[in-house]
């Protein structure tokens, strides 16, 4: 049998784009592996995301109990005098603390009781046999004509046929932290620079809280091992979870989070979306948001079957990309108090200049 039309992987771009085509009347092979029963991170989802989940009859996820509005965001950055910018300012509403995993699920059985065929495997291969794709999984092989690359930053498809780049080494080291009374630890969302990185603390909905540190692989910080030790030094953040008694309760876990792009995001027989297409620094915090804008916008390119519509999808990932590294670069330029520290050097210099396409693979 061959398909008309696979999706390769999963998390939000997957299940977003098996979702449309299913929507479209659509039969989608949708191979991605079951999610893992562990905390997944990337939890501070953009208000401008609803609209999309409106399009796609997905805004009713967003009304579990497991997420919560993020009404109150704090940051130290560029000085040391903590700044809120509170939702009520904003004009597109709060932001929501999601439960990460819990979202994903729940798009996946959106997309599965739409008519998505979910097929669990890890894609090993993806080769090109005359005018099909043959996917190759530890089930065997799958066989179609046109391919979504939502593999993530790996973009097993796109980066074979395309240039991909990368403009920094950046890396997160996070974990989940506990308090005997987390029902009574105010939810708010810290943002805390400090002279090898930057901290990032967000509450749960459950009273969890996960903290995330961020710096380059390559310098020497870029430990696991005393990630609580490390976060007791901070400012804001320590005396957050000494105030409430939050302490470590998971292993920190590593995962890279530096900023890679396809250029062109599409080809023949083929689109990346998602990280695939695109991934940003997590200060951002468009990620999740881009990862369903992409996968919506592919997705209907290619059932309109428009090879106009699928090339303004592509002009439109590069101009995004563009103007994400002039935006990252403006933010980054804000912070001045450690002119001798590497990472805060690489974020001064002109992050336009010099991109060398990233190693294949």
């Known amino acids: 049998m061959i398909h008309d039309v696979a999706v390769l992987g999963g998390g939000i771009a997957g299940a977003t784009a098996a979702l449309r085509l299913a929507q479209a009347g659509l039969e989608p092979a949708w191979i991605a592996p079951t999610r893992g029963d562990g905390f997944k991170p990337g939890e501070h989802l953009s208000a401008a995301a609803l609209p999309l989940l409106k399009a796609l009859g997905s805004d009713a996820i967003l009304r579990s109990e497991v997420h919560r509005h993020a009404h109150g965001t704090y940051s130290a950055w560029g000085s040391d005098t903590l700044v809120e910018r509170n939702a009520i300012v904003q004009l597109e509403g709060p932001p929501t603390v999601l439960d990460r995993g819990a979202f994903e699920d729940a798009l996946t059985t959106q997309a599965i009781t739409s008519g998505a065929q979910r097929i669990d495997q890890t894609v090993t291969e993806v080769v090109v046999q005359e005018d099909r794709w ?10 179609a004509r046109f391919v979504f690359d ?3 930053r790996k973009a097993l498809v796109a980066s074979r046929y395309a240039t991909r780049f990368q403009a920094d080494k950046l890396a997160c080291q996070y974990a989940l932290f506990a308090a005997p009374d987390a029902e009574s630890a105010r939810p708010v969302t810290l943002i805390e620079a400090e002279e090898r990185g930057w901290w990032y603390m967000s509450l749960l909905a459950d009273g969890q809280a996960v903290l995330n540190f961020y710096t380059d692989t390559d310098l020497p910080c870029f430990e696991t091992s005393d990630l609580e030790t490390q976060a007791r030094g901070t400012t804001a953040i320590a005396t957050y979870l000494a105030d ?12 890279a989070t530096n900023s890679t792009w ?3 995001a599409i080809g023949a ?6 990280d695939a297409a695109a991934a940003y620094d997590p200060l951002s915090s468009h990620g999740m948001t881009t ?10 390119a290619y059932i309109a079957r428009s090879r106009r519509k699928m090339q303004d999808y592509a002009d439109n990932v590069a101009r995004g990309v563009q103007d994400y590294l002039s935006a990252r670069s403006a933010v980054y330029a804000r912070e001045t108090r450690w002119p001798d520290s590497p990472f805060w050097a690489r974020r001064r210099a002109n992050l336009h200049a010099g991109l060398a396409p990233a190693a294949a693979g």
């Not at 043959?134 to 066989?143: D, F, K, Q, S, V």
């Not at 409430?244 to 995962?255: D, F, H, K, L, V």
Request: no cysteine; net charge positive.
């Open 291 to 300: 990862a369903l804008w992409s996968a919506m916008t592919a997705a209907d």
């Open 269 to 274: 027989g083929w689109a990346a979306i998602g």
């Open 244 to 255: 409430y008694g939050y302490r470590m309760s998971s292993r920190p876990t590593r995962i």
């Open 262 to 264: 396809i250029a062109p």
């Open 150 to 152: 939502a593999t993530g």
């Open 134 to 143: 043959r996917i190759e999984t530890l089930g065997g092989a799958i066989a």
